[in-house]
């Protein structure tokens, strides 16, 4: 469920243009309009304004906006502006720039998991028509070990998309995955196989019968409240600051509970000493038109307060006006 | 450049699929007429020519073929009839079905590297249409060792297409590949990033590096043809039965030379005890559409006898036939 909230009239591209090219003259920059009027259109609606004021100013909107804007706000317009493919391989690139550190492991891997393999091709040839390289190739140059042999394959990857699954293959596969955990052999091939080629129904499929079959002796004696920490559990408190473990946790949460992976990743740029607002913006940009409705509803569950109160007391002005715009806050 | 002859003037689909059903009935099936059909319309045409003959029939095309024909003939003509992605996807589940053995590595690779990005990608959209699984997945499920870690991501990258070369990069990867090769280090990982990730252009830079300041040691007191061989030439002679040299060296060889892979399989199809009609069939199906002439061209340098003058020696009856009618030999 999407938090987005288009209006049921909306002026034409040609007059949304207009607007924002208002908002852009005379004495300061008009911020309360462009949010607007942006934060209410969706991104094929987005991309006919783009294409207006192109042919009314022979400039692109988001030159303009750059120019007009600044710091968090200019991000956050920015970053919404784009459609989803051209956003994520922004994304991706800036995480690929330099040697991969891990916050920019983790958005690769968010990229390459959450989206869909059409949506994850359409990054690609965005990506490609960008910065004239593709993704796998940057992604394999600038990452080691078993970061890399974890991360180039789910990037590269088209996965299947369907509702088929082999019941043989998901026990054969739970028991790879169980045999490798317990051998704590977490970058084994055979492990990577299977999380980075298998559909995400086949996958899930596969996760419910380790579950099943080896759930209650690695849970025994262990708090344990989805069977997604049943699989993960042993993955993760073998060694709890191990950078290759948290991203293999999140690879698995992703897949199965993108919703608590994203409410995670809000909960700690929310509760940080000054708010990592780089990962707020990346997480309501991305997910706004998708299913911040039940990121927002987990976060609530998980936090006990709502989230858009939680983003109004973290953060002000402009920046605040549309992030609160995003989360579908009424005004 | 193609060999395949479309007429200027050609028939409407309707009336290629009424000719085709009419070959399909009466006294024994007219082989002729579906040669002189199908052999003459490219890929396009051929769809529309289904697509005709599914309404008029209530039956797909391919269904009546495989009634009416058999044997070499039936596949040549079942494999030509269907589109460049459908026919790739089929080839390469083939390759996937059983553990894949040395041939079916070489046909893996052989649509990897032969193919545009963009097809291959078609390929793999047909694939998951036909048989409701990833290409990736099958094909790192039925491989194992240093095949895997090379055919899987020759298989799931998308390449970037472009003119771009950087020449720093080319130089680092000369390097690299000189000091991994000099090892002995076939399976390294940087070697397999670097073959597996950059584009063909890129790679083509890299091995023209290579070949500049490594060839002379390389090739010294060594029989030296091209300069693909002065990168190759250690990788091959290290072992010569060695399965996956071989494969990595028709893998470097498919990128930089296809017209010299595709003659050899052929060279090796035709003079093998008994004609390997499986692998003549793949080469003239999957590329009279493509770059069969330079093949043929390249055939006849290394042979001194034309191709379809070898086809025809070698090969009898209507299979024959739709040979010589895709080779661009005119009636």
């Given at each position: 469920m999407a938090t987005l909230k288009v209006p049921a009239q909306i002026p034409s591209p040609e007059d949304d243009s207009e607007q924002l090219r208002k908002a852009f003259q005379g004495w300061g920059t008009d911020e309360g309009l462009i949010v607007k009027i942006l934060s209410h259109r969706n991104s094929a609606q987005r991309e006919l304004i783009r294409a207006a004021y192109a042919s009314a100013h022979g400039e692109d909107l988001l030159t303009s906006l750059d120019k007009e804007l600044s710091s968090d706000f200019e991000r956050i317009v920015m970053l919404w502006t784009l459609g989803p493919a051209e956003r994520d391989a922004l994304l991706a690139h800036e995480a690929t720039k330099k040697k991969v550190t891990s916050p920019n492991n983790f958005i690769l891997m968010e990229i390459a998991c959450t989206r869909s393999p059409l949506e994850l091709f359409k990054t690609k040839q965005a990506y490609q028509a960008r910065y004239k390289r593709s993704i796998e190739e940057d992604v394999a140059y600038h990452t080691s070990g078993d970061f890399r042999r974890l991360l180039v394959p789910l990037v590269s990857t088209f996965r299947y998309v369907g509702d088929d699954v082999n019941t043989t293959l998901a026990k054969t596969e739970a028991k790879i995955l169980h045999e490798k955990i317990a051998d704590k052999a977490y970058g084994d091939e055979e492990l990577i196989r299977i999380l980075t080629t298998r559909s995400k129904t086949q996958l899930n499929a596969t996760l419910n019968h380790y579950n099943n079959e080896y759930g209650n002796s690695i849970t025994k004696g262990a708090p344990m409240k989805t069977y997604l920490k049943c699989f993960s559990f042993r993955v993760i408190t073998d060694?709890?600051?191990?950078e290759y473990l948290k991203l293999l946790r999140s690879t698995i949460k992703c897949f199965i509970f993108p919703e608590k992976y994203f409410e995670k990743v809000l909960r700690l740029a929310i509760n940080k000493m000054g708010t990592d607002e780089w990962a707020l913006t990346r997480v309501v940009t991305t997910r706004a038109e998708v299913d911040l409705q039940r990121i927002a509803d987990e976060y609530q569950r998980r936090n006990s307060v709502p989230l858009d109160i939680a983003v109004s007391n973290d953060t002000s002005g402009d920046y605040k006006d549309m992030l609160l715009a995003l989360l579908g806050r009424e005004e």
């Open positions: 060694d709890p600051d191990n």
